[in-house]
């Protein structure tokens, strides 16, 4: 029997809410007062109860349950980078200070054996990143991951590349990217754990798309991806992950990834496939979107809260990028790397397996999410699917507005973005910006700031 820990006090409905909520603001209408919107979508109420919700509370489990006795219900691995110029020297180091996974970015001809020398792939995941040919990519990581003795089933991680990339990168049919795809599934068979590609939904919001509309969009490519291969859905949905960009809305990125999973899941029984939460893998890095040139230390705090969001949210994998990484200095790259190791070390994330369930916020901020993006996908598969919607300009369009409409409410500061249209650090110039000129071709969708256009007009003015 559940203990009365507050008996002096009556029981409260909403409607006794609202009426002191009301009372409190003067008699004005509490809704029309205190409401928000959320990603200029969804409605968010001034508070929610118990009586808001539709359906009983369910604890997510984001990984399987460990045979290990005491160990952790939250794991998650902590991903760096190994860009080119790397040396082992470095990649050694990071590991031995808090990495537990890497992302190499690769094009196919490097030497692994000298650069990977003294890495255990048995024991981290490894994340390739294709410069170019995903095969090339993916052969190399392969021959030096069969020469490390480590076995097949050992080998963990997966392949940051989706077929839609050959369409939005170089302009090609999402037919060439499926038969490319059919390729890497062939060649990472024997290795169980290692996914040879991805469900990319950063790809929308990294180009400043709306972050519902980018579920809908990863959804829709999913189905075009399955229904035009001739492969068994289980096999599809065995060899995939999915990958998201976390941004700065903290609660609604923790609630999209909840529902990025639930309808992941929900899209596999329509196919006959039994997909648990906890059997898909979340694979999260922090947005490069919200960040700013102008005040790289309101960036450290960004990616932190960011990255609080990922676990939250469920992330299997986590990558803290330092804002222009190739540029940056190695402290930013360890900063970058500590922020997993402070979130599990000093706040004790692992430790509760799915600390937002249960609020009523949250639960009704997923079926929210998870109606919206389902209406979303509606639109595209009204359009013919996602290839057609592509071929159209459909996506584009939908994303480059949202972007214009974001990028010219910061430069007129009608969207705050700290250390930027609001509270700059003093000493901002020019001089100090590492700057590159936004440009995109009329089939890409190409990362970009929020804050391009006050960066420009910064520069402009300087």
Not at 185 to 213: D, H, Q, V, W
């Amino acid at each position: 029997m559940t203990e009365d820990l507050f008996p002096e006090f009556d029981a409260a409905s909403k409607s006794d809410w609202i009426a002191q909520a009301s009372k409190e603001i003067k008699g004005r209408d509490v809704s029309a007062t205190l409401s928000s919107k959320l990603w200029d979508t969804l409605v968010l109420k001034p508070f929610y109860t118990q009586e808001d919700l539709s359906s009983p509370i369910v604890q997510q489990r984001f990984h399987s349950p460990s045979e290990t006795v005491g160990f952790p219900p939250r794991r998650w691995q902590n991903l760096v980078s190994v860009l080119p110029g790397d040396t082992n020297a470095q990649i050694l180091n990071a590991l031995e200070n808090g990495a537990e996974g890497l992302v190499l970015h690769l094009n196919g001809f490097e030497d692994l054996s000298e650069l990977l020398e003294g890495v255990l792939p048995q024991y981290i995941s490894i994340f390739v990143l294709p410069m170019g040919n995903p095969v090339a990519a993916l052969k190399t990581f392969l021959e030096w991951a069969d020469a490390t003795s480590a076995s097949a089933d050992s080998i963990s991680g997966g392949m940051l590349w989706t077929p839609s990339d050959l369409s939005f990168d170089q302009s090609e049919s999402f037919g060439l990217g499926t038969e490319i795809l059919a390729e890497l599934l062939e060649m990472s068979g024997p290795y169980s754990s290692f996914a040879p590609f991805c469900i990319k939904t950063s790809r929308y919001t990294e180009s400043g798309g709306n972050p519902i509309e980018a579920l809908g969009l990863g959804l829709g490519e999913l189905i075009e991806l399955i229904d035009s291969m001739d492969i068994d859905p289980n096999v599809i949905f065995s060899k995939i992950f999915l990958e998201a960009s976390v941004g700065e809305n903290h609660f609604g990125e923790i609630v999209r990834l909840k529902a990025f999973r639930m309808a992941i899941s929900q899209l596999a029984s329509l196919y006959g496939v039994e997909l648990k939460e906890e059997v898909m893998s979340l694979f999260c890095k922090t947005a490069q979107w919200s960040k700013s040139l102008l005040d790289p230390n309101t960036n450290l705090i960004r990616q932190t809260y960011e990255a609080m969001s990922a676990v939250l949210g469920g992330a299997n994998w986590l990558w803290v990028q330092p804002l222009q990484e190739e540029v940056c200095s190695e402290m930013e790259r360890r900063i970058a790397r500590n922020v997993s190791s402070i979130l599990r070390e000093e706040a004790y994330l692992d430790k509760v397996m799915d600390p937002g369930a249960g609020a009523y916020f949250l639960e009704n901020l997923k079926e929210e999410i998870l109606h919206n993006s389902k209406a979303q996908l509606s639109k595209i598969e009204a359009l013919g699917g996602w290839s057609k919607a592509f071929q159209k300009g459909e996506i584009h369009a939908s994303i480059r507005q949202q972007r214009e409409k974001i990028l010219n409410e910061v430069l007129q500061n009608q969207v705050t973005k700290i250390g930027a249209n609001k509270y700059p650090p003093p000493s901002t110039s020019s001089t100090e910006l590492v700057w590159e000129p936004f440009e995109e071709k009329l089939h890409e969708l190409n990362p970009i700031r929020a804050t391009y256009l006050l960066e420009l007009q910064i520069l402009a003015e300087s």
